[in-house]
């Protein structure tokens, strides 16, 4: 909070900006004489609030005002505008996004009536304990709590057991896992991209290692957008890589998800639907006219590899490898391919000519410029006002600061529409919905579903600096989000007003890292082995003119072995997950004292559990996306080749992956942890309600617990026939 004296001395304005035209706007004296110009926010006890031209709010003690101007603020009506204090605490940033979502309740009901629906007179109930801790372990960190987390939670009587909850899950490991796997699709991150040999392992790491530092967002994205090199020497280089070759989609990718604004259409011909035209889409594109991703393609100039440098390379090593190939008896039509593709994985690099090479399509149509004519870069403005903003005043002297001053512009706090790209995915998040649908196309804020919502959460996200935790933390602790889900139908494309956050499906990530805590007990102490194995068998300097067929023979040769080494890193199964105490409170089996527990595995460091061939770990440590046939794919995980592509409606593979696939038979398997949790209690009924805790996470009703009575009169298959039956349930899968 800034101090009274820097207030009432510096602060001399005449105007307040736009967001508090509603508020009165007059001059307060302090009791020194100071004066400063600012609009009435409202009281806080012994405390006034007052808001001045920047945007700031400030509190300080009524009584340092005159007495003239403390008599006026008692009798003055407070703003309706929500308090943003610069240091607001969690709780009051909270109360301030409540507010605004009240309001929109309030404002939905007109609408309702005229389609027949009952009027929302509040949030929807406060979700009971068992909803709420389900429901924030799988939004958090991406996975239902285990029986010890739940019942931990449960239990607790502390007040504020729901912030502390939260707050411990967004500062664990589970939190990077589940953060990974939304930028994942929302980047179409892939393992195995389509050039040669060229993976995206290290910008898959990079982008892992960046979520862990809780690097605020517009530094990841101005490093991705600004990113030279290879893959393997610096990771954010994969972002522009992924699309290596393809300039134009990779705009067309950047301004949909950093931005929201879907211009994809523009890239043919002038926007159907709004006002973008095909000359301003390859204006955009001119940032980027000087930019390349492969070696081949770079310009002539001090310092730079020439054309054509990478193949002439290859071309001349060939022939000697293939003679060292020969000699040494094998069998060289078997692994020529191989090698070519592992040195051309080598040519993509990102870098920048001194000169752009944008030009318009050979095909324009439009009479304001001729096809093939080169194109100045411009930046594409919302308003008029637009242009006036610190975000568009960029140097740009020279071809090489084409691409920083793009990267700069997206990325600036007075850009109109980062901040509130990344504010409407992260409110996605939580609800289900966002407050402008589609996310790739905020086209008019003020025709979302909330407005004044919308630009709240965008001047949130500036004020604590992109840091994604702090603002999701913010989100988690409204009463909004901790209502009970809405399970009213929404058809598509009716609005929301969020209530309380939308019953949802599970995604692919969700589900299989839920069955993983089934089956591991803690699955974030599985991590994936050898994360930097490829980058360093991969790299080749083609540039260099030493580069002999010896060396590339002996680093092809680490490379192909890559895959065996991580296959020695498979062992174990199901028998060596978790410990026998991971499910049970506080590492107690009930009624019978203190559990041994057992190492998680009897395997190697590092080593990955199976179980018929699927390896045991989270999703973001697994192949992405995963192969076909896997549960992940099955389900749903997107293939990473379309911005948020992910399936959520149900299919026949799902089904039957669920009733009789290998994810199913691994739970209901006797090695299960789950079967070994029930072990350590004796009663059927205490068995049963580890089953309920475990998976639903909560206790069975008594009509429940009559129906397991039964299913177990069978023997021991009843347990794995209640096991079947509660994975297989609505309540598991849908997100209440």
């Not at 709420?132 to 239990?155: H, K």
């Amino acid at each position: 909070m800034k101090q009274t004296t820097k207030l009432l001395s510096s602060l001399l304005v005449s105007a307040l900006c736009a967001s508090s035209a509603l508020a009165e706007i007059r001059t307060w004296t302090d009791t020194s004489g100071r004066q400063v110009t600012a609009s009435f926010i409202g009281l806080d006890g012994g405390d006034i609030i007052l808001k001045t031209a920047d945007g700031a709010t400030h509190k300080f003690a009524l009584t340092r005002l005159s007495a003239e101007d403390q008599a006026l603020a008692k009798s003055m009506k407070p703003s309706d505008q929500p308090v943003m204090l610069a240091n607001a605490t969690v709780a009051q940033a909270s109360a301030s996004v409540d507010r605004l979502v009240a309001n929109g309740l309030v404002r939905a009901n007109p609408e309702r009536a005229k389609g027949g629906k009952k009027p929302i007179t509040g949030f929807n109930p406060l979700a009971s304990d068992e909803q709420f801790v389900r429901r924030v372990y799988l939004d958090i960190v991406g996975r239902i709590p285990n029986y010890a987390e739940t019942n931990q939670f449960v239990s607790d009587s502390n007040p504020n057991k729901r912030a502390k909850l939260i707050d411990m899950l967004l500062d664990s490991p589970g939190y990077n896992s589940n953060t990974f796997n939304y930028f994942a699709e929302m980047l179409r991150v892939k393992d195995r991209l389509e050039q040669d040999n060229l993976r995206g392992v290290p910008y898959i790491n990079w982008m892992q290692h960046e979520i862990e530092k809780n690097t605020p967002w517009d530094k990841m994205v101005f490093e991705m957008l600004t990113a030279k090199g290879k893959m393997w020497q610096d990771g954010a280089a994969g972002y522009l890589l992924r699309d290596a070759g393809m300039p134009l989609d990779n705009l067309a990718n950047t301004l949909a998800v950093f931005l929201g604004t879907d211009v994809a259409c523009a890239q043919c011909h002038d926007h159907p639907f709004s006002d973008w035209t095909q000359h301003q889409f390859y204006e955009m594109a001119s940032f980027f006219g000087a930019t390349t991703t492969t070696m081949r393609a770079y310009g002539k100039g001090k310092g730079k590899e020439s054309p054509g440098m990478a193949m002439n390379a290859m071309n001349d090593l060939m022939p000697k490898i293939e003679e060292m190939v020969t000699q040494s008896g094998q069998d060289i039509k078997r692994i020529r391919n191989g090698i070519r593709n592992y040195m051309g994985a080598n040519r993509y690099i990102v870098g920048d000519m001194d000169t752009n090479t944008m030009k318009l399509p050979h095909d324009y149509k439009y009479p304001d410029a001729k096809p093939n004519d080169p194109v100045e870069p411009k930046f594409i403005t919302w308003n008029k006002e637009d242009k006036n903003l610190p975000a568009y005043k960029q140097k740009m002297k020279s071809a090489e600061e084409l691409r920083p001053a793009f990267a700069k512009w997206a990325t600036d706090p007075s850009n109109p529409r980062f901040a509130m790209a990344i504010a409407n995915r992260m409110w996605k998040r939580a609800f289900g919905q966002a407050i402008c649908e589609p996310v790739t196309n905020i086209d008019d804020p003020k025709q979302s579903v909330n407005p004044e919502l919308l630009i709240h959460l965008a001047e949130e996200m500036k004020r604590v600096k992109f840091d994604i935790k702090s603002f999701m933390r913010i989100i988690y602790n409204t009463r909004a989000y901790q209502s009970e889900a809405t399970s009213e139908k929404i058809a598509m494309g009716e609005p929301y007003y969020f209530q309380g956050p939308l019953l949802r499906r599970m995604s692919a990530e969700q589900a299989w890292d839920s069955y993983m805590t089934l089956v591991l007990g803690e699955p974030d102490k599985y991590a994936k082995p050898l994360e930097d194995l490829y980058s360093r068998s991969i790299d080749l300097d083609l540039s260099n003119p030493k580069l002999d067929a010896q060396t590339v023979l002996v680093k092809y040769d680490a490379f192909r072995k890559m895959a065996e080494k991580e296959r020695a890193l498979m062992g174990g199964g199901l028998a060596e997950a978790g410990g026998d105490d991971m499910m049970m409170d506080s590492g107690k089996a009930k009624g019978k004292g203190k559990a041994e527990a057992k190492p998680a595995s009897g395997t190697m460091e590092n080593a990955s559990l199976t179980y018929n061939g699927m390896v045991l770990r989270r999703a973001s440590t697994l192949e992405q996306p995963a192969p076909n046939g896997h549960f992940l794919i099955d389900f749903g995980q997107s293939p990473r080749s379309l911005i948020d592509g992910s399936v959520k409606s149900g299919s026949v593979p799902q089904v039957l992956m669920m009733m009789n696939g290998k994810a199913q038979q691994m739970l209901t398997s006797p090695d299960s942890l789950i079967f070994r949790t029930m072990a350590q209690v004796k009663s059927p009924p205490e068995k049963v309600e580890a089953l309920f805790v475990s998976v639903l996470n909560r206790r069975p009703t008594l009509a429940e617990k009559d129906i397991a009575k039964r299913a177990l009169s069978g023997g021991d298959d009843g347990y794995a026939n209640m096991i079947w039956a509660l994975i297989n349930t609505r309540e598991f899968i849908f997100i209440q």
